[in-house]
């Protein structure tokens, strides 16, 4: 099976900075494009940040500036590191990542870990 553990939110204050990470483990046997959505309660889940294995990147023009995706493909890491955060950016972040594996191969989520900018 395929697990991706995700981590690094918290509270911080407008203006501030945080770094998530998502690690994904278990059978892979490569992990193809890897990204970062978000979902606020009521509303869809939208991309905010995607990257290929190349390291092509991808962002929501919302974030576009203030948020860099990166990863480490020796760990199977993705990252995101979010500056100048705005109240607006408060949002449960979830891990994604496309996996080619001979039997567990698929699209997964973490489970999210939830950032909070107050003003």
């Known amino acids: 099976q395929v697990q991706l553990v995700d981590s690094g939110g918290g509270l911080v204050q407008a203006g501030g900075s945080l770094r998530l990470s998502c690690a994904a483990s278990g059978s892979i046997f490569r992990v193809n494009a890897m990204g970062w959505y978000r979902r606020a309660p009521g509303k869809q889940r939208e991309l905010v940040a995607a990257?290929?294995?190349?390291?092509?990147?991808n962002y929501a023009d919302s974030v576009k500036g203030r948020l860099t995706i990166s990863r480490d493909n020796a760990k199977n890491t993705v990252y995101l590191q979010m500056h100048s955060l705005k109240p607006e950016d408060t949002d449960v972040y979830y891990c994604?990542?496309?996996?080619?594996?001979?039997?567990?191969?698929?699209?997964?989520w973490g489970k999210g870990t939830l950032v909070t900018v107050s003003s």
């Open positions: 994604n990542a496309d996996v080619t594996d001979p039997i567990y191969g698929g699209n997964y």
């Open positions: 990257i290929t294995s190349g390291g092509t990147t």
